[in-house]
């Protein structure tokens, strides 16, 4: 059988405060917006910023720790998976909602001041490899042949 793929990995600031909610069997949900971010020139050569926004849903001790330790505005790294669902509002209307269901996080500000020694604190991931601080100086490779 084939495999597939569906991860999302962003960089970008809170949108606004999360919000953490419980489910009727207690499991801890924590929702937020996240708002990444494009510079692009346009055709007349004039520098243009382009904000996406994406919703965000992070389930168990990550939603906890996210709900206690980040707010609007902070610098947040995301993986997750893609998910689309709908729902029928009072109205009858039929509503859609893409999300990023959380799988693995990493906060990019200083640490929170609470999280010191929380140990709740997850783990930075390493840079790529195609970082221009990854290169050989002057463009050299290091490879010896």
Do not use: C
């Not at 520098?47 to 330790?69: K, L, P």
């Not at 693995?104 to 640490?111: G, N």
């Not at 601080?133 to 042949?145: C, L, M, Q, T, Y």
């Amino acid at each position: 059988m084939a495999r597939s793929l569906n991860k999302v990995m962003l960089i970008g600031n809170l949108g606004r405060d999360p919000e953490l909610k419980s489910t009727p069997s207690g499991q801890s949900v924590a929702t937020f917006s996240m708002a990444t971010n494009r510079r692009y020139k346009n055709k007349e050569g004039e520098w243009q910023d382009e904000t996406q926004w994406h919703n965000i849903v992070a389930w168990g001790n990550r939603a906890e720790t996210i709900a206690t330790y980040l707010k609007k505005g902070s610098k947040i790294y995301v993986e997750g998976r893609l998910t689309h669902r709908s729902w029928e509002d009072q109205e009858g209307q039929k509503k859609y909602m893409t999300e990023v269901v959380l799988e693995y996080f990493a906060y990019l500000d200083p640490i929170p001041e609470g999280a010191k020694g929380a140990g709740q604190r997850e783990p930075v991931p390493p840079p790529p490899q195609d970082t221009p601080e990854s290169a050989a100086p002057d463009g050299e490779d290091d490879v010896p042949f």
